[in-house]
């Protein structure tokens, strides 16, 4: 097992400060999201790997019923939960699924295990919503490790409706170029 799998590995990286998914703060992207036609309608909504649950306290504060599920932090509206249980713990119970950075944290041989994680979860209807983080071309180095383009569909998206696909132009600055938003329906 690739020791990004096992929880003590992320409670020692946050432990000891290497955070540097942590943005300190809400993702733009997801804000610009929540104040445009995009927006997923409000309802349940499960934030898998979300740290310190900083997008969770956002769409929080645009009234949705968020949660975020994580192993290695303790944060107001975080609960404690290997991301690959969500789909058995939580069967088609949200509206909508968010994903950044927890993606590109996942050992890529477990990805379509994670993907069919979030499908489970998912309602009918439900929106999946990923942020995904950092496309470059292959490589062994992570975390984070690379992101393809064509995985997104093939693998993230697949069964599901792609109603979005497109690089942001208000990421982060050292994320700027290096990210796709990709809205998927069930």
Known sequence: MHE????????????????????GGPCPVFAALLDSPLAPP?????FPGCGAG???ALFREHGYDATGYDFAVDAEHVESLDVFELGSRFPQAFDVI?????YCAIDPARRAEYAA?????LKPGGQLIGL????????????PF???EAEIRDV?????????FGTPDNSVERRLGKERLAIFRR
């Open 117 to 121: 994680a979030l499908h489970a979860a």
């Open 42 to 46: 409000t309802g349940r909504v499960a």
């Open 98 to 102: 968010v994903e950044y950075t927890c």
């Open 156 to 164: 993230f998206g697949r069964g599901l409706e792609l109603l979005h």
């Open 54 to 56: 900083h997008d969770v």
């Open 4 to 23: 990004v799998s096992r929880s003590d590995y992320w409670e020692q990286r946050w432990a000891q400060g290497e955070s540097g998914w942590d943005l």
């Open 146 to 148: 690379a992101v393809q």
């Open 132 to 143: 995904m983080y950092p496309i470059r071309p292959p490589d062994d180095d992570g975390p």
